[in-house]
């Protein structure tokens, strides 16, 4: 019997990827690694946008229409990353919209949708900042899945 070099292993098997997305450029990073996994793995990429109510809303004219802004904003980035993931053959595309918390959303979804990975971009300043639990910081201390973090800023050589 020959000797074999290499262990095989089984590759993860991904049915439900969450991609969640803030409209900044910087989204168009973790949306071709999501696609890319998505599309390897055959796996459905949803893309989740939340309205950030932490800070709450007036019941006012002024109120709704700054929410109003927030969703149309919120819809337009998964919007924007669903071009990306479906440019990439992904074949199931889920747009997911939700008020809240961000980092708290985050995985009030993936654990609601079950999903097997969440994929998030995170710059080095958010990484490096633990004065403040911003979003990629909690989400990686909370979630009950695994976390891929997409650096969305290079560093300089």
């Known amino acids: ?12 098997r991904y049915h439900l990827i969450l991609l969640p997305v803030d409209g900044s450029a910087a989204a168009q990073t973790p949306a071709l690694h999501a696609a890319a996994l998505g599309h390897a793995t055959g796996a459905t990429v949803a893309i989740l946008g939340v309205i ?7 019941f006012s004219a002024e109120g709704l229409a700054r929410y109003e802004r ?17 440019g990439a053959g992904v074949a199931r595309v889920e747009h997911l919209i939700m008020d809240g ?10 654990d609601e949708q079950d999903a097997d990975l969440i ?18 910081i909690h989400v990686l201390r909370h ?4 976390v891929v973090i997409v650096p969305t800023e290079r560093k300089p050589r």
């Open 1 to 12: 019997m020959p000797p074999t070099d290499t262990i095989a292993y089984p590759s993860p």
């Open 52 to 58: 950030d109510t932490s800070a709450g809303f007036q």
């Open 70 to 86: 927030l969703r149309a904003e919120a819809q337009a980035a998964i919007e924007a990353a669903s071009v990306i993931v479906r």
């Open 101 to 110: 918390v961000p980092q708290e959303a985050i995985i009030e979804v993936a």
């Open 119 to 136: 994929v998030l971009g995170g710059g080095r300043a958010m990484l490096d900042d633990t004065s403040s639990e911003g979003v990629v």
């Open 143 to 146: 979630a009950r899945r695994p």
